[in-house]
């Protein structure tokens, strides 16, 4: 009987009740549910070097049929996984499993999936609406513990929050402020940034999306205004998440947003946004589903979603990581939005907290600043933050929950109030102040969005250029840039302003990171960078 199986905590699952939801009930026992189980890779044991190594410069990026070879999970693992499922009354689903994303999905009812992981599953109510929850660790058999590296799915409680901000609406009533506002198409904001010449060609941007959706007739209209043509747009499905738009107001301009900054910026690029539902593992099996698409083989990803990294389980956080670590294998370059909130990132417990995922390691978290121009030249830039007048401000700050990486040792990082954490962010910034935001079309309706959700696609689309110009994939950016050639010449510094608890200094902050980007000098930099690691 299953009942005297020894069963063992999987370490990291912990959940914490969500705070305002309130208990309706148990789940029925009959519900059938689809959980993604991650698993080790084959290569495990090497872990810590595997990561030392891409922290290099030079580190040689593979493919990714090398990659799942050499760091995919073992097929003698993925058996036992059936067996798992056999023991337990649990379907494995064979188009869902795969050895690279190291991904087995399984099917089950309630009452089998709670046997299978000692959990109890319960339905409730909270005013982002309903979810399925769980509290407590997830356990798995002892026989198996070694092998499953995460649970994913028994509890969908809404993971994450779109980093995008729309322009109010002008007040009549109130005196006009000192700071006007003003709207940029974003192929100006690449002039004014200098980016190289290019369009993408060759190139494909992976988005990834959780929620909210795109209409055709929209990219035509959009793409047309600006005399660009409409770039090739494809969806993909993950885990029953689709291309649904619905209004202007809903997560359509986080959709519209990135595809219209990339495509303006990079039209020649296929842009290809990933759609999954809004939970961890809807996350995490898109950035793998991207990751890992042999059909589209995205260069670069654009992650415009997030949350405090106080929310993730340590399992979460461990295992989007590793998704991380194998793009950077790849030569696939991440670029993540920070957060609109400040240095609390909505957390309203008096301390300082950064998004995730723009806070793992191999992640290239991209902060915002406040851009004003004339004839194509930086007039002034600085930390955006309309916090005072009830906007919101660039995330940044350091990480509780990854270590500093070496690349960043000696940028003056602030000590993090947690052992072991240490992970500066952001890396780099761009323009993301709706007062100085992007001309956006959403739903038939124009409008002028920003927030750091508009520097990820940004940078995708300038590192789409940038590999158009190499030939090749930059890939992991993250120790390139903080060479000391690179840094002090590719980037516009940000030294005026601050986002709550942190303030722009000279060189690398908490807010805007290295600065935005001076693109040609960044291309030309870089190129000698490259040149000296091959």
Request: net charge negative.
């Amino acid at each position: 009987m299953t009942s005297a199986r020894k069963f063992n905590i999987l370490a990291g699952s912990e959940r914490k009740p969500v705070r305002g939801a309130r208990l309706i009930h148990n789940s029925h026992p009959d519900q059938t549910i689809e959980v993604s189980i991650r698993i080790r890779s084959k290569s495990e044991a090497k872990r810590e070097e595997f990561k030392n190594a891409l922290a290099q410069p030079g580190f040689k990026q593979m493919s990714r049929a090398d990659y799942e070879k050499t760091h995919g999970a073992d097929p003698a693992d993925l058996e036992k996984m059936k067996r798992f499922a056999q023991e337990f009354g649990l379907k494995v689903h064979e188009n869902g499993t795969e050895l690279a994303r190291r991904t087995v999905m399984l099917s089950g009812t309630v009452t089998n999936l709670q046997k299978a992981f000692h959990v109890e599953l319960k339905e409730y109510s909270h005013p982002k609406g309903n979810f399925r929850g769980r509290i407590g660790a997830i356990s798995v058999p002892s026989d198996y513990a070694d092998i499953i590296t995460g649970v994913f799915g028994l509890d969908n409680r809404p993971q994450a929050e779109p980093h995008f901000r729309r322009m109010a609406a002008p007040d009549k009533h109130k005196h006009k402020t000192s700071n006007p506002t003003t709207s940029y198409d974003p192929n100006e904001i690449a002039q004014i940034y200098d980016y190289p010449s290019g369009d993408g060609t060759g190139q494909c941007i992976g988005i990834i999306e959780l929620g909210g959706g795109f209409q055709l007739n929209d990219l035509t209209n959009y793409f047309g205004s600006l005399n660009i043509n409409v770039p090739q747009v494809i969806s993909v499905s993950v885990d029953g998440g689709t291309n649904s738009p619905t209004t202007p107001d809903s997560a359509d301009g986080e959709v519209m947003l990135d595809i219209e900054v990339a495509g303006a910026i990079a039209p020649a690029a296929k842009i290809v946004v990933y759609f999954a539902p809004n939970t961890d593992q809807g996350f995490l099996d898109a950035i793998t589903t991207a990751v890992h698409d042999t059909t589209n083989q995205p260069s670069v990803i654009s992650i415009s979603w997030g949350s405090a990294e106080s929310g993730w389980t340590m399992q979460a956080l461990t295992n989007f990581d590793e998704a991380f670590q194998a793009a950077a294998a790849m030569g696939v370059t991440v670029c993540v939005a920070s957060g609109d909130s400040g240095s609390s990132d909505g957390v309203n417990d008096g301390t300082n907290h950064v998004d995730f995922p723009a806070s793992s390691s191999f992640a290239l978290g991209c902060g915002g600043t406040t851009l004003q121009a004339s004839n194509g030249q930086i007039t002034n830039e600085e930390v955006w933050n309309d916090q005072s007048t009830g906007g919101g401000a660039t995330g940044g700050g350091v990480s509780n929950s990854f270590p500093l990486p070496n690349w960043q040792d000696g940028f003056g990082v602030p000590l993090p109030s947690v052992q072991g954490g240490g992970r500066g962010v952001p890396d780099v910034a761009g323009d993301a102040d709706p007062n100085t935001g992007y001309n956006i079309l959403v739903d038939g309706e124009s409008g002028v969005f920003g927030g750091t959700s508009a520097v990820a696609p940004l940078w995708a689309a300038l590192v789409a250029r940038i590999n158009q110009k190499l030939g090749k994939s930059v890939g992991f950016l993250n120790p390139l840039i903080y060479a000391q050639a690179v840094e002090t010449s590719g980037f516009h510094d940000v030294t005026e302003g601050n986002n709550g608890a942190f303030s722009a200094t000279d060189g690398w902050d908490p807010c805007t990171g290295l600065g935005s980007p001076d693109g040609a000098r960044l291309l030309a930099a870089l190129t000698g960078k490259l040149s000296q690691a091959a």
